[in-house]
């Protein structure tokens, strides 16, 4: 079946530091989707992204749609504790089934 | 508010035991999805319902059964047929089934989760 290709799988980094983070595939997708995941709770949607080369923006995470609609990165802008957590991207197939990618977690250092 | 509610958020059970697993939503929303999450994975879809009385297999549906009687709940019963079952239970419910409409995202709203351990 379809499959997201998420990297890296987990990430340390210092307070103020920018992150990024990527996903990939084999096959198209119509819509990316970037979820976030606080420990112990459901995944909750950061950013939308429904055309090949779209670069959207939300506060300090700025994430873009792929031009071959293969893959999208998101990145985090002067990283703070609330950050941390587990993030997620998902791609929605012409089926309009959602596949999910096996996450990226971040770990801020003090 | 409103939102989705997950209960319990812990529950620990027997090998060999049914035990269901609570989604309540006052969203008014059509569509209600399950979700297995294990560690380093992803989310895996066990179940969804578009609608009242109808719902479909997901990828991972073996072992595990639903019902969907009244639009707010959507209750999942993990089995003893389930192998491997102690993982995080993610709910979710969307106000149409489907990724898009009118080229936007039918954004699923997730639940705090409930973490299964078998004994």
């Known amino acids: 079946g379809q499959q997201l290709n998420q990297s890296p799988q987990s990430m340390f980094i210092q307070e103020g530091e920018d992150v990024s983070m990527n996903c990939t595939s084999s096959s198209i997708f119509n819509t990316w989707l970037w979820y976030k995941q606080d420990p112990g709770e459901g995944p909750v949607l950061l950013i939308a992204l429904y055309k090949a080369g779209e670069l959207t923006s939300n506060g300090r995470l700025t994430a873009q749609f792929g031009i071959t609609r293969k893959d999208s990165f998101l990145n985090i802008s002067a990283s703070i504790p609330s950050d941390v957590g587990i993030y997620f991207c998902a791609g929605l197939n012409r089926d309009d089934k959602i596949i999910f990618g096996k996450g990226t977690r971040l770990h801020i250092l003090p | 508010d409103g939102g989705i509610t997950q209960s319990p958020k812990y529950l620990f059970r027997k090998e060999g035991q049914n035990v269901t697993l609570s989604c309540e939503q006052n969203l008014n929303h059509d569509a209600m999805y399950w979700y297995r999450q294990d560690p380093g994975q992803g989310l895996r879809l066990i179940y969804y319902s578009q609608i009242v009385n109808d719902f479909q297999k997901g990828d991972i549906a073996e072992g595990y059964s639903v019902s969907r009687e009244k639009k707010e709940s959507f209750p999942l019963t993990v089995t003893s047929a389930q192998k491997n079952p102690t993982a995080f239970y993610l709910c979710?419910?969307?106000?149409?089934?489907?990724?898009?409409?009118?080229?936007?995202?039918?954004?699923?709203?997730f639940g705090p989760g409930t973490r299964l351990t078998v004994l």
């Open positions: 979710a419910s969307s106000t149409l089934w489907g990724g898009t409409s009118l080229s936007s995202y039918n954004e699923q709203f």
